[in-house]
Structures are given as structure tokens and as C-alpha cells.
């Protein structure tokens, strides 16, 4: 009989914590701690402090003044689930954003060019954004707007909030972002999201020194431009020298070689903007409101000074809309890698997650462009683009044996440039002129790795060819 009591006080204290903790579930406060244990977790993982926000908590006082006014629940998840929704796409586009480097402008060209994207690694991740969503949908469907719940969603809110305002003035701010340790991802998605819509399609003119503004005042007959895919500046002077000059120093017996840097902003095509049209440009490139600004671009330069224009790409013509926008800034001839891909010659590359042509081949493919007439040859890298595949530390030098990553991106980094001074040294007709440099810094995830490049320059390298008695 004893026994039997025991078993059933156990059963009843067993019903009892299932319904307690049923009921804490369903609180507003479990949904607070538990996704943001879940956002510290990943803020832990990849150094980033910018990742963990308090804002999840502001969704439901909708719901709770909703509640209060004795709407329907069903009305009130509703409610809830679309704006919790709304907040997780603004940090997955800021996943995204700091994995790839895609401009808010650019997510809708980028993705027409599904066939060459890397889906092997970016499926995983959209899968598990899906089931992390569908995990903290469940207990907002069944939410509870008890007083005591309430009220401690409250007070834990306040608590976080005033921390954050005291961040806001301390010096504690974490430096690498510019951001509070416990920022909003309000805050993050107006100075990322918002502001880019409301500054629309919009372009500034630049005066720094970029490859339009230097070819401009030298001409010479036969020029290559290198938009050399996440080439960042690292911080130490001995990791650049590793990186980026060691490389090219073959390059000394054809070339006199100067190394600068400067400012970089936005995604890719955003540098070649930079670059080959000396514009800061928001928006799509293809808008009427940008292209008009166009007309005046190198290439479009270049091509009405006699000049014959090439732009070519490892990569598909879809992404980023290259295949529209080349031609635009004044490309005569402009190629992807659908236009190359039947060639016996060419092979899907190995050394990157996306379908394309690896950079050696493309330099091969540029160089024998050269024949002694005006000719004026861009080539946008593709190998070194995020993410690389990782490569053993101890494999590596300096900084970058800091980790497989960054092993990984310098060993790309090197033999791409590599390869391009060993096609240009071997070609029987070399550029005049040459310019290299890095679109933007490399957008690794972890902020500990970030923190190695410089996060607002980048290289910037011409290379002249010696006067060896050759007519110009």
C-alpha cells in the first residue's frame, strides 16, 4: 500500500512540474531568455557582439496590449509569429550580409543567378534558420499574458534597456563594430536596411584616387584591371608584405610595382563601381536613375577613344546583373562564365564553392586579349571568394596561422596572385599598365577573424611597365 502511495504522489508531483513548466513555456519571459541564450550562443561563437539584441522582447508588447483588450488568441499569435518573422529576416539578412557581402540593393540580382551559387553551403544554413524559426514560433502560437509573466518580461527588459544606455556612454563600446555591446537590432536594421532604402538609387561622385581617374591622365595602349575578389589590407605590415607583395615581386623584372589603399564601401559590384566609374552608387546599377551616370565610365571612355573594352567574369552573368550592367558602363565584350563554359579548354574550377572559372584560367583567357592595339581588359576574380576551404594552420605564416580560415584565405589570396604574375611574366604581349585591387575586405563571420584587416581600406597595387625600348 505504501508503495503504491508513493507511486502515486510521484505521478502527481510529475503532473504538477509538466503543467508548471507548461506554463512557463507558454510565458513571454521563457521567449525572451530562451532566444536570446540562443542569439549570446552565436554571438559566443563568432565574436560578434553585434548579435546579441534585446528587441525580440519589444514584439510582444503588441500582444500584451492586444491581450489586455480581450482580442482573440488566435488573432494575438498571429500578430506576434508576423512580427517575430519580420525581426529574424532583418538578422538573417545581416547573417548574410556579413557571410557574403551582399548589399540590401542587390539580394533580388544576386539570387537570379541560382545556378551558380554555392547551394551546397547555402541550403544548410537556410534550413536551419527555418527550423530555428519554426522552434520559437511554437510557443508564441500559445502564448499566456499572465500578470506575474508580464511583469517580469518587464522588469528584465528594463534592466537589459538601462545597460544599454550605459553602454551608449561608456567607453565599453565594442570598437571593431562601433556598436553597444547590447545594440538593437532596430538600431542595426536602420543603419543597414532602412537607410539604404530611403537613400534610393543614388550615386556620389568620388575624388579619391581610383583606376578611372589614374588611366585617365596616362592612356597607355594596353591595360588590364584586376578586381581581385576579398583582398583585404591586413593590419600588420609583415602579414601585407606575406599576402599581397611577396607574390609579385617576380613582377620586378617587367614592372615598377607601387602599393596604396584606399577606401572601400558596400558589396562587390559596389567596388567595381568604385573603381572602373569613380561613383558610390546605392541601389540597382541597371535603374535609370544610375545608369545615366554611366556614360562617362572608364570603359565608356575607353571605348570612345578608339580602345577595344572586355569585361569578363568567372562567375554567371545573372549575379549582380554583370550582364547588363557591363555593357552599361561601356564593355564592347562582355563574358561569363556561360560563355565559356563549352570551351574544351575550360574546366568547372575546384578551389570554390560556386560554379565557375578558376582564376588562372581567367588570367590566360585575358592576357591573349593583348596584341598590340588599344585594348582595355577587366577581369572580376571569383577563387578567393567567402568561403574559402580551409586549410591547416601550421600550414601558414604570421597571423595567418591564427586559424583554418584565414590559412585558407591567404594560401587563395597567394595563388591567385601567383598565378596572375606567372601568366603575365610567360605572356608574349603584356599589359602596359596594371591595376590590382581588393573589392572589399574579406567578410569572414567571426569577428576575431575580421579584426586582422583593416575594416574601412583596401590594397590598391599598379604596376608600370618598364621602358625597354619599345614603341608606345
Known sequence: MMNIYSLDVSKIRMTGFTIKLSEYISTPLFFFVSINIFRATLMYISGDTTLFNIDYALILIPACLMSRRG??????????????????????????????????????????????????????????GLAVIVIFCLPLSTMQFRKKGILSLILLCGVI??????????PHKDLNSEKNTLTSPIKFAFSNYIRAIAAGH?????????????????????????????LGLPILKADSVKLIEQPLRAMLKSYNISFSHHNFYG????????????????????????????????????????????GLHGNGGEIYNRKNVYPLIGFQHAVFYSDMASSPEIRPCEHTPFRGICD??????????????????????????LPVYPTAPSECSGSFRNNASLCGYSKAIMRSLNDL??????????PD???????????????STRQFFDGKQVPFIILKRKDDGRRH
Request: hydrophobic content about 40%; some cysteine; proline content about 5%.
Open 421 to 430: 604574375a606567372t601568366t603575365i611574366l610567360y605572356s608574349n604581349k603584356k
Open 267 to 310: 558589396s562587390t559590384l559596389q567596388g567595381e563601381m568604385r573603381e572602373l566609374c569613380s561613383l558610390h552608387v546605392n541601389g540597382n546599377p541597371s535603374h535609370p536613375e544610375i545608369v545615366k551616370y554611366f556614360s562617362d565610365c572608364l570603359p565608356s571612355f575607353l571605348s570612345r577613344s578608339g580602345y577595344s573594352t572586355w
Open 202 to 230: 543614388s550615386v556620389k561622385l568620388l575624388t579619391e584616387p581610383t583606376v578611372d581617374r589614374i588611366v585617365r591622365a596616362t592612356a597607355p595602349t594596353q591595360i588590364l584591371s584586376v578586381s581581385l575578389e576579398s
Open 161 to 170: 534597456g538601462t545597460y544599454d544606455i550605459y553602454i551608449e556612454q561608456s
Open 71 to 128: 482580442i482573440n488568441k488566435w488573432h494575438i499569435s498571429s500578430v506576434s509569429i508576423a512580427l517575430f518573422i519580420v525581426a529574424a529576416s532583418f538578422d538573417a539578412l545581416g547573417f548574410f550580409g556579413r557571410l557574403y557581402r551582399w548589399g540590401p540593393d542587390f539580394y533580388d540580382s544576386y539570387f537570379l543567378g541560382y545556378n551558380d551559387l554555392p547551394w551546397f553551403e547555402i541550403l544548410p544554413l537556410v534550413f536551419l
Open 433 to 447: 599598365l596594371i591595376f590590382i585591387y581588393g573589392d572589399h575586405a574579406p567578410p569572414f563571420f567571426s569577428a
Open 360 to 385: 588562372h584560367d581567367m588570367y590566360v583567357r585575358a592576357l591573349r586579349l593583348f596584341d598590340g592595339s588599344r585594348r582595355f581588359v577587366h577581369i572580376m576574380t571569383l577563387d578567393t571568394h
